[in-house]
């Protein structure tokens, strides 16, 4: 098994149990975890969730503008993108591969409320990027994990 296949088999076992812990699944009912846990905040500061907000909403216009250096700005160096098929996109790859091929319509809205956990905010919602070249497509269900930095 070469080093890559292994990253993307752990990075989805991750995900699954980021996933898991998040919506209560891997949890008993007898046992305490998730949402129930005292680390858990169901309602993020307000201030966390208008950055948060406002940071969705510039990069969509980003991706929209093709705005390299906004997106670049906004991105942090250990940003990955996780495809529907499971292959995963590097900061520089998405900015070099995804962004020139000129999406015309993109959205994101909010299918949950934002969950937090210490200094972790999880946000689950719905939404899309279409090229010039697709047809509209069914919204798809999208998660972020924002970490503070430094």
Not at 54 to 68: I, M, P, R, S, Y
Not at 88 to 99: M, R, V
Not at 113 to 121: E, F, G, K, L
Request: charged letters at 20%; hydrophobic letters at 40%.
């Amino acid at each position: 098994m070469d080093t890559k296949s292994f990253l993307v088999r752990r990075l989805r076992h991750l995900c699954v149990a980021v996933l898991q812990v998040i919506f209560g699944v891997a949890c008993a009912p007898d046992v305490t975890c998730g949402a129930q846990d005292a680390n858990w905040n169901t309602d993020p500061l307000p201030a966390v969730q208008s950055e948060i907000n406002g940071n969705n909403q510039a990069f969509l216009q980003a991706v929209l503008a093709k705005d390299t250096q906004k997106l670049n700005e906004l991105l942090s160096d250990d940003f990955v993108y996780v495809h529907e098929n499971g292959l995963i996109s590097t900061k520089q790859q998405f900015l070099e591969d995804f962004i020139p091929k000129g999406y015309v319509a993109a959205e994101l809205k909010e299918k949950e409320p934002m969950r937090q956990y210490n200094s972790t905010v999880f946000t689950i919602g719905s939404g899309h990027l279409q090229l010039k070249s697709e047809t509209p497509h069914p919204q798809e269900t999208i998660t972020h994990v924002w970490a503070e930095q430094n």
